[in-house]
T-cell receptor
Framework: QKEVEQNSGPLSVPEGAIASLNCTYS??????FFWYRQYSGKSPELIMF????GDKEDGRFTAQLNKASQYVSLLIRDSQPSDSATYLC?????????FGTGTSLTVIP | NAGVMQNPRHLVRRRGQEARLRCSPM?????VYWYRQLPEEGLKFMVY????????ESGMPKERFSAEFPKEGPSILRIQQVVRGDSAAYFC????????????FGPGTRLLVL
């Protein structure tokens, strides 16, 4: 069964801190991994995708992938109040996305 | 270049009625995906379509739900004889080819079944 697990939170961090969001997945055949951000009442927007083990950095965001442990994470450096949203982890083992339920992040000014 | 458009943005139906949700992909995009998001749950894949073809409908409930993407016009997700459990946000996404990382989401249709 293809499952994506995320801690629903809420996760609260002070402004300027590092927010760490975690995701585990069950399908070892998964090759592509995505992080989406969804503001309340809005549609998901892609932040990053990662295919290879290790880290991938894009501005304040770093995605980390460990296929052996079936684990993918998202680090947000210098967190801003505008980062407050729900973060969805998604996995693509084949033809369709499998999404986690999302982690709610609140950045406290 | 307009983004993915969905209409209506909000739809209220009584139990037993039909709901018809429309999605116009971005210009030049020929791949459409429909997702459902129930309250406090993640996005669930429903169906993947190309023009005039259903490619993968493994996430679609077997009864009452259907989808199409005609040669001309928007993609339609149809829900017949709606029940309260169908209340959710329905998102459409499009991509120029079958490449998930270039998938762009529309604003969604919020369906409320009374």
């Amino acid at each position: 069964q293809k499952e994506v697990e995320q801690n629903s939170g809420p996760l609260s961090v002070p402004e300027g801190a590092i927010a760490s969001l975690n995701c585990t997945y069950s399908d070892r055949g998964s090759q592509s991994f995505f992080w989406y951000r969804q503001y309340s009442g809005k549609s998901p927007e892609l932040i990053m995708f990662i295919y290879s083990n290790g880290d991938k950095e894009d501005g304040r965001f770093t995605a980390q992938l460990n296929k052996a442990s079936q684990y993918v994470s998202l680090l947000i450096r210098d967190s801003q109040p505008s980062d407050s949203a729900t973060y969805l982890c998604a996995v693509l083992p084949g033809n369709q996305f499998y999404f986690g339920t999302g982690t709610s992040l609140t950045v406290i000014p | 270049n307009a983004g993915v458009m969905q209409n209506p943005r909000h739809l209220v139906r009584r139990r037993g009625q039909e709901a018809r949700l429309r999605c116009s992909p971005m210009k030049g995009h020929s791949h459409v995906y429909w997702y459902r998001q129930l309250p406090e749950e993640g996005l669930k894949f429903m169906v993947y379509l190309q023009k005039e073809n259903i490619i993968d409908e493994s996430g679609m409930p077997k009864e009452r739900f259907s989808a199409e993407f005609p040669k001309e016009g928007p993609s339609i997700l149809r829900i017949q004889q709606v029940v309260r459990g169908d209340s959710a946000a329905y998102f459409c996404a499009s991509s120029p080819f079958h490449s998930q990382e270039t998938q762009y989401f529309g604003p969604g249709t919020r369906l409320l079944v009374l």
